[in-house]
């Protein structure tokens, strides 16, 4: 055994600090004590960050806990608001929305039940909408907010929540985590990379001349890729031939009105528009594809359709999407943008890190960093990227639209030969494949096909064993019972201001 003695993680911001918190977490000793592993941060702030990843979903609250954050504390800190899900308006045809919500959708029974029942209905004469039974959905309707852990015997405890959050608060908060646990932060601008004779990485040098050398380094860099493609030559596939949006440009905004216990995605001439509420101010952003659509139309846009007055100016950040063939490659991991990167129409960035990190410590390596665990970590996480490609893709092939240039593009798009065959599959029965730990649960599928027009063609028979009016009454009776039980919980505001409102 050879153990490592140093791993250096190049780059801060929300993906250096996450990976340096878990990191200093789970090496740290069964006492407590720091790991004997040295982490080493090293970051300039003549960089900085992109720092517009400022929505979650549900996985980064158990991110948390694993790290024994105090999430009312976290709260406080990071400004943050709840996010129930996401409200998609004139994505299938304009003048539409539909909402994605967290949480289980079941009506008191198993799941997969609901919804075969709730698809029978139909065939029934019944016209009951789907979301209508998410306690998510309704609490989102209704600008009503409470924590579902501690009404868990209600019909509100099969919901869900995520963050909205400012990314650079999230950093700084982590720094402090990190650091508080033995992890070293040097600040500087790397320079120069020098690699082994076996072409691994030796060290870095800052530009103070300083050389920082490690066994293992974490490239967290962003779209640089400074370490895992400057350096090692890991190549980049391509997927903007599935996801042409390659642009966005993102502006600050003072709150006007209540805050919303939910993003919003507003589908645009060619992309879509975030609205992402905190507690002092509202995030705003326009993803658009530039083969549809310049700069300056996109910030124009942009402009003309935020609530409030900007805060900044508006910054226009290019990117491209697709992943890394080799996220791992000799004794160099990339993490968050640096490995990869999927318009942030689901808010999956942050997840992307924290599941980067996760795997790295299920392969965790001595200094051979042997390849039978790359191999395995980069089929895992190119895996993961691959589920949320679908996913985004399923929100734009299924439109209507045909009024511009883009809509017209998406309608008619090539799809993932994986994307086509869930879909071909899902048309059937609404059945979905089974995923081995898959982010995106049915309810989620579910969610968006139906709000983008696409419904089953049949039920499975299985159900007509069960008695359906007595079904139907036991249905109609959990919506109409939760949703009076919605109405009465305080607004997402009034439960800010009582249980964490920010410092």
Same mark, same amino acid.
């Given at each position: 055994?050879?153990?490592?003695?140093?791993?250096?993680?190049?780059?801060?911001?929300?993906?250096?600090?996450?990976?340096?918190?878990?990191?200093?977490?789970?090496?740290?000793?069964?006492?407590?004590?720091?790991?004997?592993?040295? *982490?080493?941060?090293?970051?300039?702030?003549? *960089?900085?960050?992109?720092?517009?990843? !400022?929505?979650?979903?549900?996985?980064?609250?158990?991110?948390?806990?694993?790290?024994?954050?105090?999430?009312?504390?976290?709260?406080?800190?990071?400004?943050?608001?709840?996010?129930?899900?996401?409200?998609?308006? $004139?994505?299938?045809?304009?003048?539409?929305?539909?909402?994605?919500?967290?949480?289980?959708?079941?009506?008191?029974?198993?799941?997969?039940?609901?919804?075969?029942?709730?698809?029978?209905?139909?065939?029934?004469?019944?016209?009951?909408?789907?979301?209508?039974?998410?306690?998510?959905? %309704?609490?989102?309707?209704?600008?009503?907010?409470?924590?579902?852990?501690?009404?868990?015997? #209600?019909?509100?405890?099969?919901?869900?929540?995520?963050?909205?959050?400012?990314?650079?608060?999230?950093? !700084?908060?982590?720094?402090?985590?990190?650091?508080?646990?033995?992890?070293?932060?040097?600040?500087?601008?790397?320079?120069?990379?020098?690699?082994?004779?076996?072409?691994? *990485?030796?060290?870095?040098?800052?530009?103070?001349?300083?050389?920082?050398?490690?066994?293992?380094?974490? =490239?967290?860099?962003?779209?640089?890729?400074?370490?895992?493609?400057?350096?090692?030559?890991?190549?980049?596939?391509?997927?903007?031939?599935?996801?042409?949006?390659?642009?966005?440009?993102?502006?600050?905004?003072?709150?006007?009105?209540?805050?919303?216990?939910? #993003?919003?995605?507003?589908?645009?001439?060619?992309?879509?528009?975030?609205?992402?509420?905190?507690?002092?101010?509202?995030?705003?952003?326009?993803?658009?594809?530039?083969?549809?659509?310049?700069?300056?139309?996109?910030?124009?846009?942009?402009?003309?359709?935020?609530?409030?007055?900007?805060?900044?100016?508006?910054?226009?950040?290019?990117?491209?999407?697709?992943?890394?063939?080799?996220?791992?490659?000799?004794?160099?991991?990339?993490?968050?943008?640096?490995?990869?990167?999927?318009?942030?129409?689901?808010?999956?960035?942050?997840? %992307?890190?924290?599941?980067?990190?996760?795997?790295?410590?299920?392969?965790?390596?001595?200094?051979?960093? $042997?390849?039978?665990?790359?191999?395995?970590?980069?089929?895992?996480?190119?895996?993961?990227?691959?589920?949320?490609?679908?996913?985004?893709?399923?929100?734009?092939?299924?439109?209507?639209?045909? =009024?511009?240039?883009?809509?017209?593009?998406?309608?008619?798009?090539?799809?993932?030969?994986?994307?086509?065959?869930?879909? $071909?599959?899902?048309?059937?029965?609404?059945?979905?494949?089974?995923?081995? $730990?898959?982010?995106?649960?049915?309810?989620?599928?579910?969610?968006?096909?139906?709000?983008?027009?696409?419904?089953?063609?049949?039920?499975?028979?299985?159900?007509?064993?069960?008695?359906?009016?007595?079904?139907?009454?036991?249905?109609?009776?959990?919506?109409?019972?939760?949703?009076?039980?919605?109405?009465?919980?305080?607004?997402?505001?009034?439960?800010?201001?009582?249980?964490?409102?920010?410092?």
């Amino acid at each position: 055994m050879k153990p490592l003695q140093k791993i250096l993680i190049v780059g801060g911001g929300t993906a250096g600090w996450i990976a340096a918190s878990i990191l200093a977490k789970q090496l740290a000793k069964t006492d407590g004590s720091p790991s004997s592993v040295q *982490i080493q941060l090293v970051e300039s702030e003549e *960089i900085g960050t992109i720092g517009v990843g !400022e929505s979650t979903i549900p996985p980064f609250l158990e991110m948390l806990k694993t790290l024994e954050i105090n999430e009312q504390e976290f709260i406080k800190y990071t400004q943050a608001s709840f996010k129930l899900g996401i409200q998609f308006t $004139d994505w299938r045809v304009k003048g539409e929305s539909y909402f994605h919500p967290f949480g289980t959708i079941s009506a008191g029974m198993k799941e997969y039940t609901f919804y075969q029942m709730w698809l029978k209905s139909f065939h029934q004469g019944d016209n009951f909408e789907l979301q209508d039974f998410s306690p998510c959905n %309704l609490m989102a309707k209704h600008g009503r907010f409470y924590l579902p852990q501690l009404a868990d015997k #209600t019909a509100i405890g099969e919901a869900r929540y995520a963050l909205h959050l400012d990314a650079k608060l999230v950093a !700084e908060y982590l720094r402090n985590y990190a650091e508080a646990r033995g992890v070293m932060r040097t600040e500087g601008k790397v320079m120069t990379v020098v690699q082994r004779d076996d072409g691994g *990485i030796a060290k870095v040098i800052l530009r103070s001349g300083e050389e920082i050398a490690a066994d293992f380094f974490i =490239d967290c860099s962003g779209f640089h890729a400074l370490l895992i493609e400057k350096t090692l030559g890991s190549s980049y596939c391509d997927w903007t031939h599935y996801l042409p949006c390659d642009r966005a440009v993102a502006v600050q905004t003072e709150n006007i009105g209540d805050t919303t216990p939910y #993003t919003r995605a507003t589908a645009r001439d060619h992309g879509w528009t975030w609205r992402i509420p905190l507690q002092r101010r509202t995030g705003n952003g326009y993803v658009y594809a530039s083969q549809f659509c310049s700069d300056d139309e996109a910030v124009n846009t942009l402009l003309n359709v935020v609530d409030g007055k900007t805060l900044i100016e508006p910054r226009v950040i290019p990117f491209k999407t697709g992943v890394r063939n080799e996220l791992w490659k000799k004794n160099c991991l990339a993490i968050g943008l640096a490995s990869g990167f999927i318009e942030p129409l689901e808010s999956t960035a942050i997840h %992307l890190v924290v599941r980067g990190v996760i795997h790295f410590m299920r392969n965790f390596p001595d200094q051979d960093c $042997d390849q039978a665990l790359i191999h395995q970590y980069n089929r895992r996480m190119t895996m993961e990227y691959e589920e949320i490609r679908d996913f985004i893709v399923l929100h734009y092939c299924l439109t209507e639209r045909e =009024d511009t240039p883009f809509w017209r593009w998406c309608k008619n798009m090539e799809l993932p030969p994986s994307l086509q065959e869930v879909i $071909d599959y899902f048309k059937v029965q609404g059945g979905l494949p089974e995923m081995i $730990d898959a982010l995106f649960h049915p309810v989620s599928w579910r969610s968006v096909c139906e709000g983008m027009g696409l419904r089953p063609q049949k039920y499975s028979p299985i159900v007509d064993e069960i008695n359906y009016p007595l079904m139907r009454k036991g249905m109609v009776e959990y919506r109409d019972a939760m949703a009076e039980f919605v109405k009465k919980l305080p607004t997402h505001d009034q439960f800010i201001r009582d249980n964490c409102s920010a410092y």
